[in-house]
């Protein structure tokens, strides 16, 4: 091979290289963290990070907060879980109903649960995607509907996920997450059978 | 063997690159984005916008809490320091500063009945650094409902996001 040749080829895979590097780190921090990466906590089908909002994070934890979970809390001010599956591990989608029930009681001041659709936002003319402790009163339990017409819409959500966030959360939210009883979604019926 | 090992090396090392690279600029990069369009949303420079509820028509972050009313100031250090303040509010409220890299630089609780917590922060030289002349305050504060939220139009009047010598 020329001389030119060489430096052709070593141009375009150190170009290759850097494009793929940066492709696999961009997409790769869209996704929901895995169990490795950051403060993982697992509650049941529900997840949290508790690194958020800390600068004391690894690179790949700091990238995929700030793609999923900009400008957000602090952990002694608010914690995020996140599931993207009902009770049976199957992924939570538009064209199926189900019941959420749980305690209204989940150790913070106060909480909601919000529905995003598969791009982390509010769907679009959905009207309900979200619903906070409020609502529930002075009840021990509550159950609410999530479908199309549901408490929760699911309306133009397509993969949907649900946020809970737990605001001012007491002490041993953070020490001992295992205690918490958080919500079951169960998977009632779907438009295509399944 | 050797010419072939070597580009392979080279591919590999520029994938390593462009990984870790990509990977410790996105924090950056997602802020700027956040900035410019909030700023192109008309949110105010070294001022705070008035309370707004999200809602799936006005959303340009990702998973904004619709039970919230946001107030966003957005700092801007290159005329000296800035004096951030949060008015009390009855319900749940939170004051956070956010730096360029999307690290919480300060977080102050609003709904302290007892005002134990000093509600108001120096941005800048004598004050929090924030690692760079630009950052942005966030003030959130708890609107389950309409009258909820005409309240807190009236307890945003005490905020404050400017320079030090207007703050009162």
């Known amino acids: ?133 409020d609502q529930f009163e002075a009840a021990k339990d509550f159950s609410v509907s999530i479908s199309k017409n549901g408490d929760l819409s699911t309306r133009n959500s397509g993969a949907f996920d649900l946020t809970l966030r737990l605001y001012k959360p007491s002490d041993w939210v953070i020490s001992e997450p295992a205690r918490l009883a958080l919500p079951a979604v169960k998977r009632l019926t779907c438009e295509d059978g399944s | 063997m050797k010419h072939r090992i070597i580009p392979a090396v080279v591919f590999l090392l520029s994938i390593y690159i462009g990984y870790h690279a990509t990977l410790s600029k996105v924090p950056n990069v997602m802020m700027k984005g956040a900035y410019e369009r909030l700023s192109a949303g008309a949110t105010p420079i070294n001022d705070f916008s008035v309370p707004r509820m999200i809602t799936d028509k006005n959303q340009t972050i990702v998973r904004p809490s619709p039970d919230l009313a946001y107030s966003v100031c957005l700092i801007d250090l290159s005329q000296g320091p800035i004096w951030v303040r949060g008015g009390k509010t009855e319900g749940y409220g939170s004051l956070t500063i956010f730096d360029m890299k999307s690290d919480v630089v300060i977080v102050k609780d609003l709904s302290d009945k007892n005002f134990t917590v000093k509600r108001s922060v120096l941005i800048g030289e004598g004050g929090f650094d924030v690692h760079g002349d630009k950052a942005i305050a966030l003030i959130r504060r708890y609107a389950p409902n309409l009258e909820s939220f005409e309240r807190i139009k009236l307890e945003a009047k005490e905020d404050y996001c400017g320079p030090v010598k207007n703050q009162n």
């Open chain 1, 1 to 133: 091979m020329s001389k030119f040749g060489r430096i052709l080829l070593y141009a375009i895979l150190i170009i290759l290289g850097l494009l793929i590097g940066a492709y696999t780190a961009w997409t790769g921090s869209a996704k929901i963290p895995s169990a490795e990466v950051g403060q993982r906590v697992f509650v049941g089908e529900w997840t949290a990070d508790y690194s958020i909002g800390t600068s004391a994070t690894d690179p790949k934890t700091r990238a995929m907060v700030a793609r999923r979970g900009l400008l957000a809390l602090p952990r002694s001010e608010a914690v995020y879980f996140t599931r993207t599956t009902d009770s049976d591990g199957q992924a939570l989608r538009e064209g199926c109903a189900y019941a959420m029930t749980g305690s209204t009681q989940m150790g913070s001041l106060w909480w909601s649960v919000t529905l995003y659709d598969q791009d982390d936002f509010l769907p679009r003319d959905a009207g309900n995607y979200s619903i906070t402790v």
